[in-house]
Structures are given as C-alpha cells and as structure tokens.
C-alpha cells in the first residue's frame, strides 16, 4: 500500500509555499515570495505580503502539482499552517487549504508553524530521534523547544523576550547600509572579517538569567552605537569585523543555550531551524559545539530551513500516519499559537 | 446548471447555491447569511457544507463558482475569493467574479457598505439596476451621494438619508454575474476590488540610536 500524499500550505509570513509529500519522501515544494516588494520598507508589510499570498495560491498549487507529477485527486489529505504569523497572510493559506480539502473531499490539518519548521528535517535526514531538542530562529522567531513527540507533544522552554534573531539580522545590516534581508549580505560579509574584533554583548547569559530565553535587542543596539560613535569620529567603519563579530555574539548565544539545554534534560538530538539556521557561522559553531558534547546535530538544506509548503506536507504526513485526528471544520488562525498546540 | 456563490466582502459572509436555467432564470435552492463578522475563514466551508447539503446536491453537481470581489475589508473579502478560486481549481469549474455591491439590492439606488475608518465603499445604480457611478470609497459627511441609500443602515446619520438594509445575496450575485455565466470561458480573472493601497510608507531615513 502506497502511503498517504499530503498537500501542505505555508502563508504565515512573505512566503506562498505548496508542497507535496508522500509519507516522508518530498515530492515538490513550490514557492512564491513577495520579498522583493518588502524591500523599500525595510521590512515585511503584512497587507502586501496577503495581496501577495491570495495572487499566487493557485498558480503555485499548480506548480507544486506538476513538479510532483500528480494530480490534485491523487492528494489524501491537506495540511495547513494555522499559526503563528501574520493574521492576514495566514488567513489566504488557510482558507484556500480549507477549499482544497472540502473540494478533493479529504480530511483537513491545520498545523503549527514551529512544530513544521522541526518535521521538515525528516524529509532529509529519516525519523526525527525523540526527544529531540530543537532551535528554531528565523525572522520571527527564537524558540527552543524540548520535542518528546512531534505529533503530540512538544514543550518550549525558552525565546526570545524581545527580538527575533532574523531581526537583529535585518536591523544590523540596515546599519550597515546593506539590503533587506539582511541575513545572506552579513554572512558573506562576515567571512572577510574577524568574529574576535568586537566584544559585543551576549544577551541573557547572567548566572540569573533565564536560562533557555533569548534577547538581541540590546546587541542590536550596542552594535548601532557603536558603529555611530565611528561614523561620528570621522573613522572608517570596519563593516567585515563588525558584521563577523555581531554574528559570532548570536551564534554564540543560540548554540550555548541550545547546548545547554540538551545537556539539562538528557537530550542528544539537536534540530536546527528558520532561516537564521542558513547562516554559515551558526551551522559551524552548531556542529563544533555538538560535537564536542556527544550531540547529534540535525540541520536541514538552507532551501527547508526557510518557510516553505514541503514543511507543512512534511508535519502532516505526519500526523496522519500517527493517527491524529484531523482538525475541526471551523478551524481559524491564531497569529500567536501556542506551540504546544502541535495540531490545532 | 447549478452554480455556487459566495462572498466575505461586508461582516456577513454569503453561501449560496442556485439552479440557473438557459434561459438566465435563477432558482435558489439554499442560502446562508451567516453573522460571521471577523470569522469567515472558520465559517465559510461549513456553510457551504450546509448550503450543498441542504440543496441535495454535491461539489460535483455545481458547474459555476461566482465569488464577491469587494470592495470589502482586505482580510475578509480575501476569504471567499481565495475559497472560491481554490474550489474551482480543485473542481475543474469556471469561476466568476463581480462588484459584491451589484448584488445588494436592485433598480435605482446607492449601495453603501462599511469601508471602517470613518469611510463607506459605494456604487450608485440607474433604474435598469446598470451600475453608473464606483464603486469607490469616500466619507459619507459631505460626499453628496445620490439616493436612495441601501445597504448598512448605521450610516444613515452620516449620509443625512435613510438606509434600507440589504445585504449580498445569491439572487443578487448571479445576477451580477450574468454576462459572464453564458460564457464562463471568457471570465475575468480574479482580481479584488481594494480600492485603496496598502497601508505602508518607504522610510526615507533610519533615524539612529544614538543622538549626537
């Protein structure tokens, strides 16, 4: 018997994702983004990124469709994410999901963002080991997240208290005159400079500091002052130390806690994802750190760290084969879903 | 044939289901008006759920999808056109789109419906029902639309004039979807009817941290 094909779509931010899995072989993962619109305004803005989501729908199901080589009443069930993210752009995935499911006739789940981001990996790297521990960072989230079962029951023990790390990101590379997102231009420009240069702060890593939650606001503003005090001096501003070292503070962060948090709960799994777990330098500390205390470090490929339909397919495939019982026909989104809410 | 309708674009969403005969005479045979204000996206698949149910039919009975386009409140109006394009896609059905404001009422008349921000989306009707002015979006005080009103009776005070209350319905959207209904291959795509830009203004400086 062949297993089920899960459609799963993805709109909680500036992505329009679709993706096609069969039980945990990923067939497609269409993808239509609206970041070039964002652009101008430094940031993502939520009514564009739904105009966005609702002119893509059904050309990126297609796409999602014919990259797979199926056809849309081959489709078993649908998984949608229901939150968290933006109101607005979630509601264009989850009515279309929702459409979907009633016209193909097949049953519905809505699924958590968070928990998504984790089940991605099983495409790649087979059965998620539980517990896992999983760092989810991106441009909305920080989390940590003990993970006993990705189906039913997952626990988050820290985030962040004020900015996301893709934030800071995205802040520090305006500073530094470089383009939204700003992910990729301080990575590049990180590897020509020195991560040792600047002692930035870290931030929450007093011995009474809680000790799985995250905090880059501070970092983010320690890094513009010091780049204005330069700027003001009249003095050229080292942008590859300054890009390096603001990058090596967060990487230090994230992987100590996550290192930490593994070592207190007997975990030796170590999931990584967002799109912050793109960055190069977060992947090698990651990989050093575990390494060096008995941890397997699973990452996925750049291209499913970010949000992408693959992942909601992926969770859903999931919950199926786990008998979870789908969602309720009046399902709604929640831009602040809890995660321990795996399947709302 | 029979035909599926929809619309999210006022605090009411509409699902209906109808028998259009060749001749253009339309028969409903179950509607639901539900009071769902900010909970399309939650309600409008169990409506349409109960309106197929309730007509006895099944998706594979419908031949058409006509959907509101608005104007309407972004999020919501959102819903029942991307409900309606994904039911079509997934059906292999045409789908129409049409001003939801030519299905509210009929003959001559202005359709006022809540825009929010102190402002009414409206479109202004001759007595053939052939829409002659919007839609658009204005303040009611000072606008000086042309009567009679229908449509949200809380703006009566605003506008200085009556309004009857009517809302979208299934009679009122294929009829406003007629033209295209005959020849649903030649259908317009589906594209919302916002009438206003997205809220958003490019920075034109960051200001810094520090001040000097």
Known sequence: ?344 | MLVLALDTATPTLLAGVARRSADGAVEVLAERAVPSGTRHAELLTPAIRDVLAEAGATLGDIGAVVTGLGPGPFTGLRVGIVTAAAIADARGLPVVGVCSLDAVGDGARTVVTDARRKEVYWAAYDASGARVQGPDVVRPEGAELPGPFVGDPAFAARLGAPVEAAEVTTTGLLRAAAGQLDDPAAAAPLVPLYLRRPDATPPTSFKPVTTS
């Open chain 1, 1 to 344: 018997m062949t297993e089920p094909l899960v459609l799963g779509f993805e709109t909680s931010c500036d992505e329009t994702g679709v993706g096609l899995v069969r039980g945990r072989t990923l067939l497609s993962d269409a993808l239509a983004t609206s970041m070039a619109e964002h652009e101008r305004f430094g940031g993502v803005v939520p009514e564009i990124a739904s105009r966005a989501h609702l002119e893509a729908m059904v050309p990126t199901v297609h796409r999602a469709l014919a990259e797979a080589g199926v056809q849309a009443s081959d489709v078993d069930a649908v998984a949608v994410t229901a939150g968290p993210g933006l109101t607005g752009a979630l509601l264009v995935g989850l009515a279309a999901a929702k459409a979907y499911a009633l016209a193909l006739d097949v049953p519905l789940y809505g699924v958590n963002h968070l928990a998504a981001h984790v089940a991605v990996d099983e495409l790649q790297h087979g059965a998620l080991e539980e517990p896992s521990m999983a760092l989810l960072v991106s441009g909305g989230h920080s989390s940590l997240l003990l993970v006993p079962d990705l189906s039913r029951d997952v626990v988050s023990l820290g985030r962040t208290v004020d900015d996301a790390a893709g934030e800071a990101f995205d802040k520090v590379a305006r500073v530094l005159g470089m383009p939204f997102p700003g992910g990729p231009p301080i990575d590049r420009a990180a590897r020509e400079g020195d991560g040792s240069a600047i002692a930035f702060p870290r931030g929450l890593t007093g011995p009474r500091d809680a000790p799985y939650d995250f905090s880059f606001s501070g970092l983010k503003t320690a890094v513009a002052r010091w780049v204005e005090a330069r700027e003001r001096a009249g003095e050229p501003v080292p942008v590859a130390d300054v890009a390096a070292s603001f990058q090596e503070a967060v990487a230090d962060v994230l992987t100590a806690k996550a290192v930490r948090a593994c070592r207190d709960h007997g975990v030796d799994h170590l999931v990584l994802g967002g799109g912050v777990a793109a960055n190069s330098r977060l992947r090698a500390l990651a990989e050093e750190r575990c390494a060096a205390a008995g941890i397997v470090l699973r990452v996925p490929s750049p291209r499913l760290c970010t949000d992408n339909g693959a992942m909601v397919a992926a969770l859903g495939s999931r919950l199926v084969a786990a008998g979870v019982a789908p969602s309720a026909p009046d399902l709604g989104a929640d831009s602040s879903l809890p995660i321990d809410v795996v399947r709302p």
